[in-house]
């Protein structure tokens, strides 16, 4: 390999692990939400979520109705795990908009947080 395709290899390379490290990079999703969603059952609900993060972990306080319910969890990169005293976590994905697209019942239930 000559000289100047070592170092076209070192460039893809170089990209390469650049983008790598960017996608790797925890979003920042710290504000206060609106909450839609959907039951086990099937019925909607709404209301409104606070999320606090500091560094890679996350704690969310989410309003549904009378109902005042708290999560701890921890952000890898898009993805957003809260433990939440029930048998299975909430698991969201951070959308490029900025909502947190989850599912918590084991992908049985459906909640959507839209920054507000």
Not at 8 to 32: F, K, N, Y
Not at 46 to 67: K, L, P, R, T, Y
Not at 98 to 115: F, I, N, R, S, Y
């Amino acid at each position: 390999m000559d000289r100047r395709n070592f170092l076209t290899v070192l460039a893809i390379a170089g990209t390469t692990v650049s983008a790598t490290q960017t996608l790797a990079a925890d979003a920042l999703i710290a504000g206060t939400y609106s909450v839609q969603g959907r039951n086990t059952d099937g019925h909607p609900y709404q209301g409104f979520a606070h999320v606090m993060q500091d560094g890679s972990s996350v704690n969310i306080q989410w309003a549904i109705g009378e109902e005042i319910v708290i999560g701890n969890g921890a952000i890898d990169g898009k993805i957003v795990t809260v433990e939440w005293n029930a048998e299975f976590p909430v698991v969201y994905v951070v959308a490029v908009d900025g909502e947190l697209h989850g599912t918590w019942a084991d992908g049985l239930a459906l909640d959507k947080l839209t920054p507000q």
